[in-house]
């Protein structure tokens, strides 16, 4: 029974499953938008959205806890100077899901996932 598991596992070990989220994140920053399977899209939604509020503070000790949780520098400033001071009047709901129908190949229900 799955009664208050929370995590989505995507079928991968931890480091997997991290790595997979941090490069996730990462192009999502970087594009503003990207296409991926629905339940990567909501796993991912839970991980960048504390990011952005952290980003919101502007301060050393967020830019640290976003170092920890992203790989490049570029990525975080983009992150603290361009998307977080978007969202100062916002108190969460950063992104956005839109389902896109299945893959042709496997059948995989596909969806975007952008910022608001």
Not at 10 to 19: C, D, H, I, S, T
Not at 25 to 51: D, Q, Y
């Amino acid at each position: 029974m799955r009664h208050k598991i929370k995590k989505a596992t995507l079928g991968r070990e931890k480091a997997q499953r991290e790595a997979l989220m941090r490069n996730l994140a990462e192009s999502l920053i970087l594009n503003g938008s990207i296409r991926t399977t629905k339940a990567k899209a909501r796993a991912l939604r839970s991980f960048v959205e504390p990011l952005v509020t952290k980003a919101k503070k502007n301060d050393l000790t967020a830019k640290r806890n976003l170092l920890k949780a992203l790989y490049t520098k570029e990525v975080v400033n983009k992150l603290l100077k361009e998307i977080a001071p978007n969202y100062k009047e916002r108190n969460g709901g950063y992104t956005r899901i839109t389902k896109l129908g299945a893959r042709a190949n496997d059948a995989a229900e596909m969806a975007k996932i952008e910022f608001v």
